[in-house]
């Protein structure tokens, strides 16, 4: 469809005015442009839904020393990309996260840079590390952090179906992360399948730090309605969806999700997932480290202290915990029975015996011998 | 700062970027009237790669986009020639704003609208 030179220029400003709106009012902002002109309009509206594919179709190559390679995914405020740049020992890849164009700026720029500031911050083994940041020719910034090959929480769950142990060896080296993050005084506020990684060593990774905010000496967290913007509801605790407060207990709520989603069958595990994901943040886990401890008594199976301990499940605790000892006692058990038989057999076969020869010699014999 | 170092660079790679679109749409357009006899293809920039396309766009049809980007160029020159620097050229903003004489901010919007505008006409014409 052409248009006329007008029309193209009228679209051009709408088009500019449209990006500088967050995506919930983007809709609104097209109705009212449908009252100008209803075929304009519609144009808009396929721009608007045509950019983000578009700014991926259309990349730059090059940011600094790294060199653009494909996309890998599109984050709050911008595009991640596979890139790699060259270093003495050879290739290295990277993951480089550009904020985008309609972002750079107030706010969102400040968010962004904290997000770099907060990851270049961190160094875990489970915590994809960070390598470089910069500006672009434009003034906008990139950072790139460590690119994980893997597969997604959600995806590895559900293409390699690790056993209920292996989720739950997973687990503890995700919390032993999410505790190092909260003793850093950082809360992930974000925690979802996406975000948490299995690498090809079979290593858990935590990545996208772009929610992340940093606790104040009281505990709490600042500027909670900016989160609350950004936030998965699916997978975001009841206070973060209400804007009320950010918490670690926050971070143990999808946690608790997130373990829920795989725990299978084990009645153990569902019952940590139920404990972390509680409505009511005083009566989740305390921390990161009391929840991972509970995933270490299952891996050890010990009673898990989100269950309710009656006799049975404790002493099937104990026997599941203690089975080479229990057979062992088994074995003793039955070696005491045979031993007992043996010993009271042989005992009753001799005083039988005895009763047998003392009944056969002959009477005369005896009494002349006495 | 080597103005003119900088200025013949540039002037360099905006010639340069003129150049590698037209030789990027004639190695299209040959191949496919080559391909034509066996059910002609849509030629995408993936094609050719080595000669210009940056990696990141690997289906955009080559004579489609230039068509479109002929069209862009009717209705406002100043933009298709961003796409041409930015895209064919490999220009960085700043660069494009020195040799167009305009301010970088100008730039980044005529390109985030081009590119957008350009990709909704090749993906619905």
């Known amino acids: ?141 990139y950072f790139v952090m460590e690119y994980v090959n893997g597969l997604a929480w959600d995806d590895y769950a559900a293409h390699v179906k690790p056993t209920v142990e292996r989720v739950a060896m997973l687990f503890r080296d995700l919390l032993a992360a999410v505790a190092y993050l909260h003793e850093s005084s950082i809360v992930h506020a974000d ?51 209400q804007g009320t407060s950010c918490t670690p207990a926050s971070d143990i709520y999808s946690l608790g999700l997130l373990l829920r989603s795989c725990c299978g069958e084990s009645a153990d595990l569902r019952a940590i997932a139920d404990k972390a994901s509680r409505d009511e943040p005083s009566e989740r886990y305390e921390s990161a480290l009391a929840m991972a401890a509970d995933v270490t008594h299952f891996l050890r199976n010990e009673p898990v202290g989100a269950r309710t301990a009656n006799m049975q499940y404790r002493a099937r605790k104990f026997a599941r915990r203690h089975r080479v000892a229990a057979a062992f006692a088994a074995c003793a058990l039955v070696a005491a029975g045979a031993a007992w038989w043996l010993v009271t057999e042989r005992a009753r076969r001799a005083s039988e015996l005895r009763t047998t020869l003392i009944n056969n010699v002959p009477r005369k014999r005896r009494l002349r011998k006495c | ?100 004489d305009t301010s970088p901010a100008t730039v980044k919007r005529d390109w985030e609208f081009s590119r957008t505008w350009l990709y909704k006409q090749l993906s619905c014409p």
């Open chain 1, 1 to 141: 469809m052409s248009l006329s030179p007008a029309d193209f220029h009228q679209l051009e400003a709408w088009f500019a005015e449209a990006s500088t709106l967050p995506a919930e009012k983007r809709a609104r902002f097209v109705e009212i442009c449908r009252e100008t002109g209803a075929r304009l309009a519609s144009e808009l509206e396929q721009m608007l839904e045509a950019q983000p594919l578009a700014e991926a179709a259309f990349l730059p190559r090059q940011h600094g020393d790294w060199r653009i390679k494909r996309v890998l995914g599109e984050g709050g405020l911008g595009l991640v990309r596979l890139a790699e740049r060259d270093t003495p020992t050879g290739k290295q890849l990277g993951a480089i996260k550009h904020i985008h164009a309609n972002f750079d700026a107030g706010s969102f720029r400040a968010r962004f840079l904290k997000e770099c500031e907060i990851l270049k911050a961190l160094a875990h083994p489970q915590i994809a590390s960070f390598l470089d940041a910069g500006l672009d020719s434009a003034g906008s910034p």
């Open chain 2, 1 to 100: 700062m080597q103005g003119k170092d900088w200025r013949s660079k540039t002037h360099y790679l905006a010639t340069a970027s003129r150049v590698m679109r037209n030789v990027v749409v004639d190695y299209a357009r040959t191949r496919l009237s080559a391909k034509r006899g066996s059910g002609g293809k849509q030629i995408t920039l993936s094609f050719a790669e080595n000669a210009a396309a940056p990696p990141g766009l690997s289906a955009i049809d080559v004579i489609a986009l230039e068509r479109a980007l002929d069209e862009l160029e009717t209705l406002d020159a100043r933009k298709a020639r961003v796409v041409e620097l930015r895209w064919y050229g490999g220009l960085e903003v700043e660069e494009i704003a020195g040799v167009l």
């Open chain 1, 191 to 241: 925690i979802k399948p996406s975000n948490v990684l299995i690498d090809r060593a079979g290593a858990v990774k935590l990545l996208d730090f772009g929610a992340a905010r940093m606790l104040d000496a009281d505990g709490k967290s600042r500027d909670s309605t900016f989160t609350r913007a950004m936030l998965t509801p699916e997978w975001a605790s009841p206070e973060q969806r």
